[in-house]
């Protein structure tokens, strides 16, 4: 084996880097160097380090050739990938920019197999699925569910009537008999969330033979913050005229009642404007922006209500269920909320 000597300051310099080093194989091929230039015997060095001779001798031969370089990987050996570089930039192209619909392909979406044959159409490339598959890995695309966006709002059309909506939302709050609504959903199916279990053991929750299902319209006083509600088997127009007579009875002393309400069909059918129009204007109905839950502080209330009620539970009847959830919304009154940060930026100049 060749001789090393190496000066007290690099020794120095690489005994720190060799303790900083993360990468084994840095590091063992470091240790080797400094062990050699000790004098250490090639058997002594690999009775000490739990290598081979061979690694020893390989080690010791590119640093006296390559210096500090040697301490880097070297490049892998093995077969050329099929898909070459130009191959691999138009997948990418593919994959990000390009629908399978624009190449004449009946398939919404692109798969290994569909990528190969598309690569044989256009550069009579032939490839296997597994071939593209590892090209995929190698550019860093995983396969994964993609996420769900709703339309784009930042068009001036758009951020001018959210901006209307939330002013004239901003306004009716400081009325008396000012009421955000919102309905939500529970069903006998508990929604699964997160609890505590022993590492190893997933713990098992009892699902019903058939799910039931009761729907919840709630209306929050944005001042005194009670919450009031009615419950019935379905989101209709039924269901939101009974917590408007509900409302409507319960505070006699205001001359009017002022809603805040989402876009769902429910608020603007003809059995709701009937009963407005037969209470001559005493409830008023205020849109919110279209999607929009950020606006509206009753999603709040429901998010709390599900993670203390719907999440993991054990209610086998939906009456049960139904009595859990009225038993929290009556223990958790008042609801304290305060209007979230869109209503915020109403008071920044308008863009």
């Known amino acids: 084996m060749q001789s ?62 390559e210096g500090p370089a040697a301490f880097g990987d070297s490049k892998k050996r093995g077969l050329t990938p099929s898909v070459g570089a130009s191959g691999a930039e138009y997948i990418e192209r593919l994959v990000e920019e390009g629908s399978p619909t624009e190449h004449g392909w009946l398939r919404s979406r692109w798969s290994c197999k569909l990528l190969a044959a598309e690569l044989f159409k256009q550069r009579t490339t032939a490839t296997s699925r597994e071939t593209v598959r590892r090209a995929l890995h190698r550019l860093g695309f995983r396969w994964r569910r993609p996420r769900p966006v709703p339309p784009e709002k930042d068009c001036a059309d758009r ?84 917590l408007l007579d509900k409302l409507r009875r319960t505070y006699r002393c205001h001359r009017q009642l002022h809603l805040a309400v989402d876009n769902d069909g429910s608020h603007t059918s003809k059995r709701t404007e009937r009963y407005l129009e037969d209470r001559r204007g005493r409830i008023r109905l205020h849109p919110l922006p279209s999607w929009s839950p950020e606006s509206n502080p009753v999603e709040l209330v429901w998010w709390s209500l599900h993670e203390a009620v719907s999440r993991n539970h054990n209610c086998k009847d939906l009456s049960d269920l139904v009595e859990f959830a009225e038993a929290y919304l009556r223990e958790r009154q008042p609801f304290r909320l305060e209007l979230g940060e869109v209503y915020d930026q109403l008071q920044r100049s308008a863009p």
């Open 159 to 242: 951020q001018q009537q959210k901006r209307a909506r939330l002013e004239g939302v901003l306004s009716m709050a400081e009325k008396a008999g000012a009421f955000f609504q919102d309905e939500t959903k529970l069903e006998t199916n508990p929604r699964v969330g997160f609890c505590w279990m022993r590492r190893g053991r997933q713990r098992r929750l009892p699902t019903p033979g058939t799910n039931r299902k009761v729907w919840i319209s709630g209306a929050l006083n944005f001042s005194t913050g009670r919450f009031h509600w009615v419950t019935g088997e379905r989101k209709n127009a039924e269901l939101f005229v009974r």
């Open 4 to 65: 090393i000597a190496i000066a007290s300051s690099e020794r120095k310099s690489l005994i720190q880097k060799m303790k900083r080093e993360r990468r084994p194989s840095r590091r063992l091929r470091m240790h080797i160097v400094l062990l050699a230039s000790d004098g250490r015997s090639p058997t002594e060095i690999a009775r000490v380090l739990f290598c081979s001779r061979t690694t020893v001798y390989t080690v010791v031969t590119r640093f006296v050739r």
